[in-house]
């Protein structure tokens, strides 16, 4: 037969192959508070300016609380015949209640209700990551607490660089998940606006109220343009970029605790909780969760780019490839929120082997700058002939097999006359580290001034 909602122009049903591509309950079925929260705030506002009745508003608010927990209980039939949650809530709204369902669609279209519905999914899970990104900030500011003295290796093209605390290696992913929640915050505060009375795209010619609604649903106000409002996904696309750029992120933490847990660095190692075992080879211990959060990032960054896709090139207003903004979102969404977990997890867990840590930071040469720096400062020689100086210093000790620190004062002597014992007063790594004090430098007091600012920070709402 032909369709319930808008059979009077229908002879004949869908295809099958058509309800097979159009029906999207299968996943907006996740919608259904948001749906069921927006009818309640539409009918009660329809209510108040007279344009449907009192008792009409009760029934239709006492059938979609019925139909709410029907959907809590598992109780309820979704069909794919009804397409979508909101025609799925509307019909058994109709069957709960009779003809006075058959208002509750008054002043209002699909799109204006499905702008609505997915808003405040997007607002809700944008909420819930916030709250995530502030959890893993809090474990790193304690990591980076505990090990603001801890001397590892600052790497650049992975090769040993210099001397850095690993509180401040830390303390860089605190600044970048801090910046990912910031963004989570600007998003937020652009989709505080109410699709609702939108309408199809035109608005409508019944004196609704959508301040009032756009109130009850926790906004501070409603949009401004109808045709705008069921022609955007801003929010949905704003809420993926903040997402890949935070699962970017995560994947370069997750990469690097790949690298720093096998036993060639054994830098941390990660707990039995968040590891696992080989089916064949006893020894081993592999960091399976690590490796999956560096794998999300790829289905969260496609995520972004299928719906960009999707939107780039549709004229106003509404078209149907809208309705495939809700899976990528969806899966997004899911998969941030796991992988924040996880990295929380695995963060607040590792053991931090700090004589490991240090061994390495010795290695490479990694004082060969503060050799130059002393030169430089302590000689008053120019910082590229103090480089030249250092750079024969390092070719001595390699041709020995010995750190910087283990060559003789004669050694250095033979290089450049003007070197004192003094030198050997910045030759180890925790020297050099202490001795970077420069604001937003790696020495230890550096290092908890930042852990300080980044507590009062997140204090603050
Ligand atoms: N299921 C649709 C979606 O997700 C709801 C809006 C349908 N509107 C329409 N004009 N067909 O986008």
Redesign the pocket.
């Known amino acids: 037969g032909s369709n319930q909602m808008w059979g009077g122009r229908f002879a004949t049903g869908p295809a099958a192959i058509m309800e097979e591509i159009n029906a999207?309950i299968d996943y907006?079925r996740k919608l259904y508070a948001q749906d069921i929260e927006g009818s309640i705030a539409h009918a009660t506002m329809l209510a108040d300016t007279h344009i449907i009745s009192a008792e009409d508003r009760d029934k239709i608010v006492h059938g979609l609380n019925t139909i709410r927990s029907e959907i809590e209980q598992g109780e309820f039939a979704f069909s794919r015949k009804l397409?979508?949650?909101?025609m799925n809530v509307e019909a058994r709204l109709s069957e709960l209640i009779g003809p006075a369902a058959g208002r509750l669609h008054t002043a209002r279209?699909?799109?204006d209700?499905?702008a609505l519905d997915?808003r405040m999914w997007v607002r809700a899970e944008a909420e819930k990551t916030a709250a995530a990104l502030k959890r893993l900030i809090e474990v790193l500011l304690a990591r980076a607490e505990e090990h603001a003295k801890t001397v590892m290796p600052g790497f650049t093209h992975l090769q040993t660089a210099q001397p850095v605390t690993f509180g401040h290696h830390c303390m860089a992913y605190v600044e970048m998940f801090g910046r990912d929640l910031s963004r989570m915050r600007d998003c937020l505060e652009r989709m505080d606006e109410c699709p609702l009375g939108a309408a199809?795209l035109a608005g409508t010619g019944f004196p609704i109220d959508r301040h009032q609604t756009a109130q009850a649903l926790g906004f501070s106000g409603p949009t401004r343009n109808s045709i705008d409002t069921v022609s955007d996904r801003d929010f949905a696309l704003e809420f993926m970029a903040a997402a890949s750029i935070c699962a970017t992120h995560l994947s370069r933490m997750a990469e690097e605790i790949v690298i720093w847990s096998t036993p060639q660095f054994g830098f941390v190692t990660l707990s039995d909780a968040f590891s696992t075992g080989s089916s064949i080879m006893p020894q081993k211990k592999n960091p399976d969760a690590a490796e999956l959060v560096r794998a999300k990032t790829g289905r969260i960054n496609g995520n972004l780019v299928a719906l960009l896709t999707v939107m780039k090139g549709l004229p106003l207003a509404?078209s149907?490839d809208?309705?495939e903004?809700?899976e990528a979102v969806f899966d997004a969404a899911e998969s941030l929120e796991l992988a924040l977990a996880a990295m929380t997890g695995m963060v607040a867990d590792m053991t931090v082997n700090a004589r490991a840590m240090k061994k390495a930071a010795g290695s490479g040469y990694s004082t060969a700058t503060d050799l130059a720096d002393w030169l430089v400062r302590e000689l008053g020689i120019p910082f590229r002939e103090a480089h030249h100086v250092t750079g024969r210093a390092v070719a001595l000790a390699e041709e020995k097999g010995v750190g910087l620190e283990k060559l003789s004062l004669s050694d250095l002597q033979s290089i450049h006359d003007g070197i004192t014992e003094d030198v050997f007063s910045v030759l180890t790594v925790e020297k050099s580290a202490a001795s970077r004090k420069s604001f937003g430098g790696t020495a230890p007091q550096e290092v908890r001034r930042q852990v300080r600012y980044w507590k009062k920070k997140l204090a603050k709402p």
């Not at 397409?83 to 909101?86: A, F, K, L």
């Open positions: 999207s907006d397409e979508d949650i909101h279209s699909r799109n209700q499905v997915f199809a509404y149907k809208m309705q903004d809700k």
